[in-house]
C-alpha cells in the first residue's frame, strides 16, 4: 500500500483542480448539503460504472441485502471495497474529490472513510427511512462528509432526500432499516427522529434529479432519506470523508461499517491515522 500522505501530494503534483466554489463551500456549511453538478467526467462515470458492476458481481462479506424477500426489486449494499476493486481506487484516489470533501469540511487535510455501494435494481420498493450517518459510525467529530454520486439518471422522485440544518444536531436514536430496532445506542438514550413524512412541509427538505457526474456532499449528521425506484435502475457510489477533528470512537457494538480490531491499534479519542484511512489531500502551507 503506498504511504498514506503521498497520495495527497501526488493529486498536488498532478494540478488536478476540480471545481469547487466559494458559493458552494458556504452552502454545504450553513446547510449541511450541496449538489455540484458535472463532477465526475463521463471517462470518469464509465469508470464508477465498471467498479460497480464489478462490485454487484462479485459482492464482498460485508454486503447486505437492503429490500424485503417480496419486494419486486432488489436493493444490495457493500463497504470497504476500495482496496480490492481497481475502479473505486481511480475514482477516489485520481479524480480529486478529496479536495472538494476537504474543502467543503474546511479541513487542511482529508482522509478517506470508506465506500459505500448502493444499488436499487428497477421497480424495487424499498424506501431507505429517514436518519443520520454518524450515530451508525466509530467516529466523533464535526468535520466530516459523504459524497452520493449515481451513474444513472436519477428522477426526483427517486432521489436522496435531506433536511436542510440538521447537521448541527443533536444526534438522533439510530435503528434498523427494516425492523426499526434500536441496536446501537440505547433505547432512550438518544432523541427519536421527528415524523418528517407525517408533515413534510414542516421540514427544509432538499433534493435534485441527478445526471451521471452530479454528486451530492452532506455531512454524517444530516438527516436523509430515499424512496424506491421505478422501471429504472440506480446505481450509486457513496465515498464517506473525515477531517481533522474527526476522532476514533470505539462502540461496545459492531458498527456499520464494522472495523474488526480496529480499537486495539487505535484507542478511544485518537486521530484516524491508519492505513484503513489514508490521506487523499492535504492544503498547501
Known sequence: MPDSNAIGVDLQEAGHRPRITEKEIAEFQRDGVVCIRGLFTPEEVETGRRGIDANVATPSPR???????????????????????????????????????????????????????????????????WHQDQPYYNIDGMQNCSMWAPMDPVSRESTLEFVAGTHTGPWLMPRT???????????????????????????????????????????????????????????????????????????????????????????AGAPMDHPLFPVLWERDA
Request: a negative charge.
Open 63 to 129: 454486503a447486505k441485502v437492503a429490500s424485503a424477500p417480496g419486494d419486486p426489486g432488489y436493493f444490495l449494499e457493500d463497504f470497504c471495497n476500495w482496496q480490492e476493486n481497481p475502479q473505486y481506487h481511480d475514482l477516489i484516489f485520481k479524480t480529486g474529490i478529496g479536495e472538494v470533501a476537504g474543502r467543503l469540511m474546511g479541513s487542511r487535510k482529508t482522509r478517506l472513510y470508506h465506500d459505500h455501494l448502493l444499488v436499487k435494481e428497477p421497480n424495487t420498493s424499498a424506501r431507505t427511512p
Open 177 to 267: 432499516f427494516m425492523s426499526n430496532e434500536a441496536k446501537w445506542f440505547p433505547e432512550g438514550s438518544l432523541q427519536n427522529l421527528p415524523d418528517i413524512e407525517a408533515d413534510r412541509s414542516a421540514f427544509d427538505i432538499r433534493g435534485w434529479a441527478l445526471e451521471p457526474g452530479d454528486a451530492v456532499f452532506f455531512h454524517m449528521l444530516t438527516l436523509h432519506a430515499a424512496a424506491g425506484v421505478g422501471n429504472c435502475r440506480r446505481r450509486v457510489l457513496s465515498v464517506r470523508f473525515l477531517g481533522d477533528d474527526i476522532r476514533h470512537a470505539p462502540r461496545n457494538w459492531t458498527t456499520s461499517p464494522a472495523f474488526p480490531g480496529l480499537e486495539k491499534e487505535l484507542p
